[in-house]
């Protein structure tokens, strides 16, 4: 998502405890965006198992609904402590939970309840948050305590919210007897981003998920996870796929993408021709291609990546709906082609609207869908699955 300062990567990594089948963590997150806002919810589930993973997406999608509705985050923590019901033995909630709400200027709002602190990670530091507490009545009468805060979010600040399978990783070992802990997981993050500042979302969450499985020996005595939200400037790509509706717009076509700071992809061998013709720039066809079922990858001097047209942007529309943790496996133009597409952030697709007559053909497979449908499931799809920034023009 990408808001008026900075775009926002989240990823989210977790593991199960050990010998369990589920996570009884949840995390959640959703961009709504029209009101350019991004909204995180982390619950972890007393205990764990199904029991744990039933409240704690309960908790996340509760709080994801009432937020989105601009209910205030008061409200929608209130309502949560008043809906799930209380451990009788232990005496506290089933879940816990920690919910971002960031707006178009890049205000964040945080509520806290029984999670590790919300870590904010700014030039070399963690900032301190000042809090605020809410008392809430719970149905057993017993008092809880819901901390709120307000900050201004700032390019390359990264936020770090984990539950405490991560933070009392490590507990009872000679290491780590009291657990890793905080302190040993701002001084982990603070290590990682010095060495490596440009670091992404997923590859930190997924650093800090591995240290805390380590510090178990590999054997987690809890849920564990982590997400990261990276506040950045975007990774942009421009993807031109199809002939302009009328031909006076080939040169368009071509001057977009010639002037477009970012990564570059040709989907399409008319479109290939039409932009090799336009910028005077030759197209050389790759010979080696490990896959059969689709057409050699392309090259031309500025452009990453030059495809076939509509058999790879079905293949690639079918990968994004598989994917997981922005793992591609595989290599050929359809998973290079969905690589580019996930390290990316605002995408630009350059839909021509022209109608290709082979698309007509009834000997081709039932599932082919004409160009401009498989586009904007592509475009669906990393909006609402990746939390891309996208935008379709037709021309």
């Known amino acids: 998502m990408q808001n008026k300062h900075f775009y926002i990567e989240s990823e989210t990594c977790q593991a199960n405890k050990h010998k369990q089948n589920v996570c009884g963590d949840s995390c959640q997150s959703r961009k709504i965006k029209d009101e350019d806002r991004f909204i995180t919810v982390l619950s972890d589930g007393l205990g764990s198992g199904i029991k744990a993973n039933v409240v704690s997406t309960m908790t996340t999608g509760m709080a994801l609904q009432f937020t989105s509705q601009n209910n205030s985050l008061e409200h929608a923590s209130e309502f949560i402590m008043r809906t799930l019901p209380i451990d009788p033995e232990r005496k506290m909630s089933y879940s816990t939970f920690s919910i971002i709400d960031i707006n178009c200027s890049g205000e964040a709002h945080l509520v806290e309840y029984d999670n590790p602190g919300v870590l904010i990670y700014r030039d070399g530091h963690f900032i301190d948050l000042t809090y605020t507490n809410l008392k809430i009545n719970r149905p057993d009468q017993i008092e809880a305590i819901v901390k709120t805060s307000r900050l201004k979010l700032e390019k390359e600040d990264r936020i770090v919210i984990v539950s405490d399978g991560i933070t009392q990783s490590g507990m009872g070992t000679r290491v780590h007897p009291s657990g890793w802990g905080e302190i040993g997981l701002k001084e982990f993050i603070t290590n990682t981003i010095e060495d490596k500042p440009a670091i992404s979302a997923h590859q930190l969450a997924s650093k800090i998920l591995d240290r805390a499985k380590a510090n178990d020996a590999n054997q987690l005595k809890d849920d564990a996870t982590c997400q990261v939200v990276y506040c950045r400037e975007p990774r942009k790509l421009v993807l031109a796929s199809g002939p302009p509706y009328y031909k006076n717009y080939d040169s368009v076509m ?6 477009f700071e970012g990564k570059k992809i040709i989907c399409g061998g008319t479109t290939s021709k039409i932009i090799s013709r336009e910028l005077n720039r030759p197209v050389e066809v790759k010979i080696s291609n490990n896959q059969l079922d689709l057409p050699p990858e392309a090259s031309m001097e500025g452009v990453d990546l030059i495809t076939e047209g509509i058999l790879t942007l079905g293949k690639v529309s079918a990968l994004l709906e598989k994917t997981k943790l922005n793992v591609v496996e595989g290599h050929g133009p359809a ?17 021509g ?6 698309h007509q053909d009834p000997n081709l497979p039932v599932e082919l869908e004409i160009r401009r449908n498989v586009i904007k499931k ?13 935008t379709i023009e037709y021309l």
């Open 254 to 259: 071509a001057e977009r993408l010639a002037t």
């Open 335 to 351: 998973e290079d082609m969905v690589r580019l597409l996930l390290t990316s952030d605002s995408i630009l697709i350059l839909a």
């Open 353 to 358: 609207t022209q109608i290709n007559n082979a």
């Open 378 to 390: 592509i475009a669906h799809t990393l909006e609402n699955k990746f939390l891309k920034s996208v």
